[in-house]
Each structure stands twice: as structure tokens, then as C-alpha cells.
């Protein structure tokens, strides 16, 4: 049986098990984990195959991922959006020098970034999991601090950092996991990107 067909097979049936409403997504989690151990797929594996990922696109801005040998199995991820200025340079060096180590992003008044942040969790956590609000969570801890904010000058993270791209991925790992610390979701990690061609993550799962 070749791949297409065991992966249409096994949606066919597990749709029909988990019917799931937009905006579910706790329903989209156990779709995904009925998917990936589906006794058609796993005996496809057994061959030269072996599955690696299945992702599942719950919405735009929700996907769920799960690597069947790993822990945590399932990941949920949830994009978000942020706008803010910055500016790499290296304090007491001259604009000559700020210009050449970090080009346009070492202009001396700053200038802003439309960045996308992708968070990480394990869901996999049981019912007390459900209560909790992710994207509430994400906003009082992370948005409020660093959305429409000069990050050298309006935030207290970048005085002994540069508001790198790297930089920004660990401060908002480091907030994230104080904020999740003892919540039955836990947290995975983060990925930020400052264009679409340039990101960081903390994560090889995000
Ligand atoms: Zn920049």
C-alpha cells in the first residue's frame, strides 16, 4: 500500500471517530494522536518507511505536530504577533564601526520589525490542561512588554543584551517559562522571526 493511500484510509476513519468543531482544539490533539498511532500507519512504518512527524494545521496561526519516538509526542504551537524597534550596536563604538558589524540594524535612531512569535507546549497534560488560556498567558507575559516598545529603551531585557533576533527568542523562552512554570501545560519553547527569512528558535520542535 503506498503512503497516499494509508494516509487517506487512516483520515477516513479517524475523522469519522473525532469530528472536530474550528476552533477545538483539545478535539484537533486527539485527532492527531489517533492519526499517528493508527495501526494502518504504524504498519507502514515497519517497512523501509518509518514516520518521522505528522503536523496538522488547525488554523492558521494553530498547528499541532507530533513525533511519535519523542517526548513530548504532541506539540502544540500558536503564532502571534508583535511590532517593536530596535537597535544592534555596541555601546562606545562609532556609527562607522556599529554600521559594519550589524548594517541597517545598527541605524542610530532604531527602526521596527513586524516580528512573529511561535510558542511551543506539550499539551499533553489531561483535563486541567484545558482551563488553561494560552493566549492570555502570552499576552500579560510576553505582548504587553514587548508590542509597539523600543526594546533597547522601553523594556528592561536588552541593558545587558543586544534586542538580537537570538536574543529576543531566549527573553521570550526565559518570560514564557516563568509564566508557565507549574501549569499543567508545559512549555516547549519559542521561535521568533524578524523577516520572513531570518528567525530563531530555543526548540528543534518549534
Ligand atoms: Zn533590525
Given at each position: ?79 502571534y ?35 512573529r512569535l511561535r ?73 521568533v ?14
Amino acid at each position: 500500500m503506498s503512503i497516499d493511500e494509508a494516509v487517506r484510509l487512516t483520515l477516513q476513519s479517524a475523522l469519522a471517530e473525532h469530528p472536530c468543531g474550528e476552533g477545538d482544539t483539545w478535539a484537533h490533539v486527539a485527532l492527531l494522536q489517533r492519526i499517528a498511532t493508527d495501526p494502518l500507519l504504524r504498519g507502514l512504518a515497519r517497512g523501509s518507511t518509518t514516520i518521522q512527524q505528522v503536523s496538522l494545521s488547525a488554523s492558521p496561526y494553530t498547528t499541532l505536530t507530533m513525533r511519535p519516538h519523542t517526548s513530548p509526542a504532541v506539540v502544540l504551537l500558536r503564532d502571534y504577533e508583535f511590532a517593536a524597534s530596535h537597535r544592534l550596536a555596541v555601546e562606545g563604538l562609532p556609527d562607522e564601526a556599529n554600521l559594519a558589524l550589524f548594517g541597517k540594524c545598527s541605524n542610530p535612531n532604531g527602526h521596527g520589525h513586524n516580528y512573529r512569535l511561535r510558542v511551543a507546549v506539550d499539551p499533553g497534560h489531561g483535563p486541567d490542561a484545558l482551563a488553561v488560556d494560552l493566549d492570555a498567558i502570552v499576552e500579560s507575559s510576553v505582548l504587553q512588554h514587548l508590542d509597539h516598545k523600543h526594546l533597547n529603551l522601553d523594556t528592561p531585557y536588552f541593558s545587558d543584551r543586544l534586542p538580537s533576533v537570538e536574543n529576543i527568542a531566549i527573553t521570550i523562552h526565559e518570560l514564557m517559562a516563568a509564566a508557565l512554570d507549574g501549569s499543567p501545560l508545559s512549555f516547549v519553547g519559542v521561535r521568533v522571526w524578524e523577516t520572513d527569512r531570518t528567525s530563531a528558535s530555543t526548540s528543534d520542535r518549534v
